[in-house]
């Protein structure tokens, strides 16, 4: 068995050309993520951004959260956004609601909204039709990136109809993108552990495929720290690694980017029914974490973007993640309500939050859209900076 150092080495060959010839094994893998020195993995994992998105630019987007409704019946044990089906606290916005968030967003210059909720059995699929094509009518320019794949399996059961004929019909009524939310680990032994009422790993990728097969934008997400093992979250990385490999080979429509953050638990059942003897073994710190993405840059060699996460890591470890890896420091996100029902405590960052961060870190902010065009370049240098910009929480 080769050792961290010459798994690095011949790792350091790689370039796009020879791509399939210097492929990280998952065995490798689980070697660099628990014994590589950090440092060293960090640089390596640094050198392949380099190597897939050449020059010292970071991108960001301004988009904004918005959740429609907190109604689910799915009940995962990790989240505390959701109610259940008649509690007093359960809401669903109206289009008017929805739309004034819109209109907020576009007034600071934003593209794009990410709109979530749960698995709401009250809302039929004229609903879902409706609601989208009264978004692109008042604000055509703004990109929709909505509805996670255990929502569109949702709207199909209550429905009565195929997810790809939820897609579709979703698509038509105005529908750009499809959110990575609900993957958490796509190992079904985790997954029925936190989540025993969400399918299985298998369905949230097929949905993903009908999805990329109809031309939508997705993005690939995964939540760890439920107390699974590296060989598991390195199983997480081969499945996406090899869909990827699929729908690319098929559709030419791929995941846009990979997102990993760890699970929160101040204040879901999940942590507290685990707070006493696994207590140590859930979460992750900023370590672990950084190594999480150093390994899935070198391993996920067929996802050109890899995701900081300043909301549940913080803008500073975000900005280590930057020189591990990571080639994109999120969104502006105006606000959210899931994760930061669960323990987080900053909750949106402001463009020039976004870009000062990027810029103290010796880079040069870019802001994109969802399907990663570039949209501005700001070549200012951090001797040119303001004072830091107010902090948003």
Not at 23 to 29: G, M, V
Not at 69 to 75: A, D, G, L, M, Y
Not at 152 to 167: K, N, P, R, W
């Amino acid at each position: 068995m080769q050792g961290w150092q010459d798994i690095l080495s011949h790792q350091s060959k790689w370039s796009l050309d020879n791509a399939s010839e210097y492929r990280l094994s998952s065995e490798d893998a689980a070697i660099l993520y628990r014994d590589a020195d950090f440092h060293a993995l960090q640089k390596a994992a640094f050198q392949r951004r380099q190597k897939m998105n050449p020059g010292n630019k970071v991108t960001y987007m301004i988009d904004r959260n918005i959740n429609y409704t907190n109604i689910c019946t799915i009940n995962c044990q990790f989240c505390s956004f959701y109610r259940p089906p008649g509690h007093d606290e359960t809401y669903t916005q109206s289009f008017e609601e929805i739309s004034l968030r819109i209109s907020e967003l576009e007034e600071v210059g934003g593209v794009r909204i990410l709109m979530q909720g749960g698995v709401n059995p009250e809302l039929p699929f004229d609903w879902y039709c409706k609601l989208l094509s009264n978004i692109k009518k008042k604000h055509p320019s703004i990109l929709l990136d909505c509805f996670s794949p255990i929502e569109i399996d949702g709207i199909s059961q209550v429905c009565g109809m195929s997810t790809f004929e939820v897609l579709k019909g979703l698509q038509e009524a105005g529908l750009d993108g499809l959110p990575g939310g609900g993957a958490e680990m796509l190992v079904d032994e985790v997954r029925m552990n936190v989540s025993p009422k969400k399918h299985g790993h298998r369905e949230w990728m097929r949905i993903m495929q009908e999805a990329q097969s109809l031309g939508l934008t997705t993005s690939a997400t995964n939540v760890f720290g439920f107390g699974e093992s590296i060989e598991q979250r390195i199983e997480h990385l081969q499945f996406v690694r090899d869909s990827q490999d699929q729908s690319i080979s098929q559709w030419n429509n791929g995941f846009t980017s990979f997102i990993a953050w760890p699970v929160q638990l101040e204040n879901n059942s999940y942590g507290k029914r685990d707070a006493g003897r696994n207590k140590f073994l859930l979460g992750a710190g900023s370590i672990e974490y950084l190594r999480h993405v150093a390994v899935s840059r070198l391993f996920l060699d067929n996802f050109q973007h890899i995701q900081a996460s300043w909301p549940t890591m913080g803008m500073e470890v975000a900005q280590m993640a930057l020189f591990g890896g990571a080639d994109d420091i999120g969104s502006t996100m105006m606000e959210e309500n899931v994760v930061s029902a669960s323990g987080t405590s900053k909750l949106a960052a402001s463009e020039e939050e976004l870009k000062w961060a990027i810029k103290r870190a010796g880079m040069i902010p870019a802001s994109r859209d969802s399907r990663y065009r570039t949209l501005n370049v700001d070549e200012t240098t951090e001797r040119e900076l303001p004072c830091p910009p107010p902090v948003l929480t």
